[in-house]
Each structure stands twice: as structure tokens, then as C-alpha cells.
């Protein structure tokens, strides 16, 4: 078995020979994790794998690990140049030996050996890297599949950049265990929805048209002069499409793209868990979810979650927790308390005339804390980074107080007599504890949070990072019900909506379907319509959304033209859809899970970057791709496009 050694290290050529290319090597014979008990002695195997770091005893006895495979096993590979047993007929055993050691950590290697009881071992595991202690390998020959290059520095300190990409997985085993762990989420939930629940799988095109759906889209040109594609924000409107088709049970694991600004839950091309339901409602559609999410969760992490998931209407959530999805492991509930306090008191904390102020306690420690330990954390955070938008608030900061027993009224004065009374009444402040007050305008709720909200969770962060508080542990799965049906839009706006102009978008998309008692307010006051909306929240985490759909053609063109007031050409956008729900559409309902973001939550990773093969950067760049990438002239005549020069 002869090896053909290029230049490998700063190499223009190869010495005038072609590369070799290693495509015949012989089957394994064992997987390496298979190797844990001793039930073949004096076996010969064939083993497939990555060699280890060598540890060289003498000139001629060698030893180094063979990592297995998906690199989670290893075991001892034995070297000597001495003779070979005679039953191999391989070649002098100094030539194999000197072959091993002209290999480099990290070279994928077809291993022939005899496997043999290993004794009195006290060997450690390396790392993450289980080893096999109960057998070791004599070598009997040794074949590289490839090489691995000097230049390439690892070490178990070696951090790999974004566009060294698969030397980050490779070396990182809790990238390849959560790689895995999304697999197995997907096998489960297709065998759940599939099999248990009677969904059926479908697939949705990719090429699709742009339509005004809410998010901004990602256009494909096409060569036809003038005509484009647009991808997928989601495949809402073609499951809406086939629960007129007569599926009655629709879902599919799809892949979605928005051209948005970016955040750690957020990518330009993101996974989708999707489903439908014909002649279902919302709660058909939140009970089959809640099953999935318990099999998920139990079948995948040991815990059991409740029978029956705990529901907050949006506006309780706002008004209790400053979010749309709250955190509620966390505690600290919001109460009103503007109309408890001094008029020079409220205009200390805010410019805005008659404003809701809210009030929350935060508590530092379990038992009592010192209050000056309060102040130094409380002072520290509000001079950080994060801490300082808060400060810059235009409705006016946060009002901090330290409930302190040995300062006159508890450190309450400006709260006068009566207010800090019901203040303690209310809160059960205990020495130590951060008061805050938090006014902002008086006028309905919209978008995902408030100032007070955002400083709740931002003040809680930065107390666990200093170690004063817990990191919060277990699930608390939420669902969120009765959302505005519409959401005041602006040119500022962060998504296009749907281009209307009465002022308004809608807060989840256009094919919403209202409340029933609030059908009439359609025509006097479409800002106080409730949406049959629900957002299912775990820990802070929104892991996806849906709602019953509109299912009647008059009532969907009602809304797109006179409420939403949508211009005639973005009507006709959608008259395919408007044709199918024409067509004796029954009524349907259905939701979309973030898959990414569920495999994240249920791993506890911060971001869905840390659970995705390939995810893009920040910037929304494959750097390892190096995509996207700059269109040529050539390219750009084909397309029949042209680049504009912006002044």
C-alpha cells in the first residue's frame, strides 16, 4: 500500500506528478463506539476514523488515538517496529511503524490492526472524546485518505473564525451534538405530526411571486426581460391554497427568506416548522401544538410540561410584563401606579403630560441584600452600554429607589407618606430591593415591548452575568392570544406591511382573521379590532405564531381595499388567493414554529446561530461561501438588469 507525498506546506506544484486522490480503501469492519466491551480478543479489524496527537514512548513504540468517525470515540492505536505477526503477511513492521509516525493529528486514516485486552489503564477521557479503555489496537498498516496541513494550528485553545466554518465543527462538539440534536427535533416532529396526528407532508415552491405579505422579500431575476421571482417569506399563502384544495391536514419543514435586519433569533434564510388545518379554529390548531411541544420536550429532554399551557391576552402582557412574550420564570409584574403619585414626583422621571407610570421591584438576592451593594450595581449598570438607552429615554428615564430599612421612609420619601405606603402594600419590598418607576404615554399598546419591559430583562441579564441573582432554570411555556388585528404603520417602519393608506398594517399579515365580535368594528374603528392570533412563548422566547384565516373572498378583499386601503394593483396581487377562498374555501387555521429557534430554546442557546450548519453573519454574509457575491457585466446583461449610481 503505497503513499504518494505531495508538497503540502506552502506548495505551488507537486513535484510533476498529478495529486494523489485515495477513492479505494477497504469497509470497516466495527465502528470504533462499538469496541466498548471486550467481545472480540485477538480479533482483526478494519477501522475508519482521525488520527489523535502521538505520544512517542521510543524510536520504535508509538501511541496515538483514533477518533472515530463523527469524532465522539477513541481508541488506542499500539505502533512498534518490531515484526509483525506472522499471519499478516504485510511487509516489514518498521515500514508501517515509520508510515504512522509520517502522519500528522487530524488525518483521516483506514486502520488495520488486531484488537487486544487492554490492562490496568487509568487513562482519562479526552475531553468531550470518550475512550475505549476496555481494548486497544496493534497496528498492522495504516492508509491516509488525505492530509492534514501544517499550516493548520489546532489546538484545544484554537479558536476558529466564521469563514473556517467546518474547522469550527469539527472542533467544537457542542456544534455537532446540537447539529444532531435539530435532526432528531425534525424526525420527531414528523413522526408526530405524521403519524399520530394525521398530518401530511407537503412540499411548497420556492420560486414564488412577490406579493405584499408584510416583510421585505429577496427578488430572483429571471432572463425574461422584466419578470422576476420573489422567495418565500413563508408558505402562507399556497397552505391557505391547499386547505381549499381538500388537504385537510397540511405541514411541511420548510425554508423561508426575509430581507430584514438582523438579531440573534434572526437569519435571511431560516427553517419553519408550518401547518394547517381546514375546518379547525385556533384552538384545534394551539391543542394539536401543545401535544407536539410535550412529545418534543419529553421524548427529547426528560421533562414533562403541563397537560395545559398557561394563556395571557397581549394586552395583560404588556401591561404586566412590558412584552409580548414574556420571560414569566422571572417574576416582577408591572402595576399602574401614576395615579398614587406626587405631580412633582412624575415630572422628575418624564417630560410627557399625564403619562401611565408603572412601578416593579427587583429583588438582588434571596435573603435580604445590602442596599449599598444595590446602589453599586444599580449605578454600574446604568453608566454601561446597556444601560445608558435607557437613561436616553424620550418619555423620560427610570426612576431608581433602594428600599432601604435604615433611611427615613424606607428610602421612599419622594413618594410622600400615603403613595410609599401603598408602595410597600403592593410590592413587599425587603432591604436591599431596587424600586423603579417607568412612565410612558398614555395611549393603547403596539409593538413587541415597552422601555420598562426592555430594562426588566436587561436589569435581570446583567445582575445573573455579576452573579447576584440565579440564571433562571426549567419551562414556562405561554400562549399569547387576542393581538391587535392592526398596528400603526410608518415610512420609518422597519417592514414594508402592505403598502396601504389608511396608516395601518397588520400586526401578523393580512389574511387574519378577526374576532367574530369585533367584526363590526371593521367599519367605525379598525385600531380597536382583536386578531384570532396566538403566539406560543417559551421563556421569553417567541417560538412562533398563527391564527385562524379569513376564509370568505368579500371579507378579505374588504380588508386589503377598505380598510387596510391597498392600492388596486396590490390587490390584484393577490386574486389567486382571493379566487381560491371564492371557490367554497372552508375555514382554516394553522400556525408557524421558528424551527431554529425552538432547537435553540430547547438546547438553551442564545442565539439560533449556534444551531444552524451553515448560518450567515450579521451582516447577513456566508463569509466561508464568501456569498453574496458581486454580479459581472456578463451576468447582470443576461438578467437585463442594470446597476444604479446612487449620488
Known amino acids: 500500500?503505497?503513499?504518494?507525498?505531495?508538497?503540502?506546506?506552502?506548495?505551488?506544484?507537486?513535484?510533476?506528478?498529478?495529486?494523489?486522490?485515495?477513492v479505494s480503501f477497504p469497509a470497516a469492519t466495527h465502528e470504533i463506539q462499538d469496541l466498548e466491551s471486550p467481545e472480540f480478543p485477538q480479533q482483526e479489524v478494519i477501522l475508519h476514523g482521525y488520527l489523535g496527537s502521538r505520544t512517542d514512548l521510543s524510536k520504535n513504540l508509538s501511541f496515538v488515538p483514533l477518533l472515530s468517525k463523527d469524532l465522539s470515540h477513541s481508541i488506542q492505536v499500539v505502533s512498534s517496529a518490531g515484526p509483525l505477526p506472522e499471519q499478516t503477511h504485510i511487509g516489514p513492521g518498521h515500514f508501517i511503524h515509520e508510515k504512522l509516525k509520517s502522519l500528522d493529528s487530524n488525518t483521516p486514516v483506514v486502520i488495520k490492526g488486531l484488537l487486544k485486552v487492554r490492562r490496568g489503564t487509568t487513562s482519562k477521557d479526552l475531553g468531550e472524546v470518550k475512550k475505549i479503555k476496555a481494548q486497544e489496537v496493534v497496528l498492522l498498516d495504516v492508509q491516509p485518505l488525505n492530509h492534514f496541513p501544517k499550516d493548520i494550528i489546532v489546538t484545544p485553545e484554537t479558536v476558529f473564525p466564521p469563514e473556517q466554518r467546518h474547522l469550527q465543527v469539527r472542533q467544537d462538539r457542542r456544534i455537532r451534538d446540537a447539529l444532531v440534536f435539530r435532526a432528531k427535533v425534525a424526525a420527531m416532529c414528523r413522526g408526530v405530526l405524521g403519524n399520530e396526528l394525521n398530518f401530511t407532508e407537503l412540499e411548497t415552491p420556492l420560486l414564488f411571486k412577490s406579493t405584499p405579505e408584510g416583510a421585505r422579500e429577496f427578488i430572483v431575476p429571471t432572463r425574461r426581460k422584466g419578470l422576476a421571482y420573489a422567495l418565500p417569506q413563508s408558505p402562507q399563502q399556497f397552505k391557505q391554497i391547499l386547505m381549499g384544495s381538500g388537504i385537510s391536514r397540511y405541514y411541511q419543514i420548510a425554508r423561508c427568506f426575509r430581507d430584514e435586519d438582523l438579531r440573534a433569533d434572526r437569519q435571511p434564510e431560516f427553517t419553519q416548522l408550518d401547518l394547517e388545518m381546514s375546518f379547525a379554529s385556533g384552538q384545534d390548531v394551539m391543542t394539536c401544538m401543545?401535544?407536539?411541544?410535550?412529545?418534543?420536550?419529553?421524548?427529547?429532554?426528560?421533562?414533562?410540561?403541563?397537560?395545559s399551557f398557561s394563556r395571557m391576552t397581549y394586552q395583560q402582557a404588556m401591561a404586566e410584563f412590558g412584552s409580548d412574550k414574556p420571560d414569566v420564570r422571572l417574576g416582577m409584574p408591572f402595576h399602574r401606579v401614576g395615579h398614587l403619585l406626587p405631580a412633582d414626583l412624575i415630572r422628575m422621571i418624564s417630560p410627557l403630560i399625564e403619562p401611565i407610570v408603572e412601578v416593579m421591584v427587583f429583588r438582588l438576592g434571596e435573603n435580604d441584600t445590602d442596599p449599598a451593594a444595590t446602589r453599586i450595581f444599580i449605578n454600574k449598570f446604568l453608566g454601561s452600554p446597556e444601560g445608558l438607552p435607557f437613561n436616553a429615554n424620550p418619555d423620560g428615564g427610570p426612576g431608581i429607589f433602594v428600599y432601604d430599612t435604615k433611611k427615613p421612609m424606607q428610602g421612599l420619601g419622594p413618594f410622600g407618606f400615603e403613595a410609599a405606603e401603598e408602595i410597600e402594600r403592593l410590592l413587599e419590598p425587603e432591604p436591599g430591593d431596587l424600586i423603579v418607576l417607568q412612565a410612558r404615554k398614555n395611549e393603547a399598546f403596539h409593538g413587541d415591548s415597552t422601555h420598562l419591559g426592555n430594562l426588566r430583562l436587561a436589569l435581570h441579564k446583567a445582575a445573573v452575568a455579576e452573579g447576584r441573582v440565579p440564571a433562571p432554570k426549567g419551562f414556562k411555556p405561554l400562549w399569547i392570544t387576542d393581538f391587535p388585528l392592526f398596528s400603526p404603520s410608518s415610512a420609518s417602519a422597519s417592514e414594508p406591511g402592505q403598502g396601504g393608506a389608511?396608516?395601518?398594517?397588520?400586526?401578523?399579515?393580512?389574511?387574519?382573521?378577526?374576532?367574530?365580535?369585533?367584526?363590526?368594528?371593521?367599519?367605525?374603528?379598525?385600531?380597536?379590532v382583536i386578531g384570532d392570533h396566538y403566539d406560543l412563548v417559551m421563556n421569553g422566547v417567541e417560538l412562533g405564531g398563527g391564527s385562524r384565516r379569513i376564509h370568505n373572498a368579500e371579507m378579505q378583499r374588504f380588508i386589503m381595499e377598505s380598510v387596510l386601503k391597498m392600492t388596486p394593483d396590490r390587490v390584484r396581487e393577490f386574486s389567486h388567493l382571493l379566487e381560491v377562498l371564492r371557490a367554497g374555501c372552508p375555514p382554516h387555521a394553522g400556525i408557524a414554529l421558528g424551527?431554529?429557534?425552538?432547537?435553540?430554546?430547547?438546547?438553551?442557546?442564545?442565539?439560533?446561530r449556534d444551531v444552524i450548519a451553515f448560518p450567515k453573519s450579521g451582516r447577513g454574509e456566508d463569509v466561508l461561501m464568501k456569498s453574496p457575491s458581486e454580479m459581472s457585466e456578463e451576468v447582470l446583461k443576461a438578467y437585463h438588469l442594470q446597476l444604479r449610481n446612487e449620488e
Open 502 to 528: 389608511a396608516g395601518l398594517a397588520s400586526t401578523h399579515h393580512p389574511f387574519t382573521s378577526p374576532k367574530s365580535a369585533d367584526v363590526d368594528l371593521l367599519l367605525t374603528d379598525p385600531t380597536k
Open 290 to 307: 401543545e401535544v407536539l411541544i410535550r412529545k418534543l420536550w419529553q421524548g427529547l429532554l426528560g421533562i414533562e410540561l403541563p397537560n
Open 1 to 22: 500500500m503505497e503513499e504518494v507525498n505531495g508538497i503540502r506546506s506552502g506548495a505551488t506544484g507537486y513535484c510533476g506528478q498529478a495529486p494523489a486522490d485515495q
Open 595 to 608: 424551527f431554529d429557534r425552538l432547537v435553540a430554546v430547547m438546547l438553551g442557546r442564545e442565539s439560533v
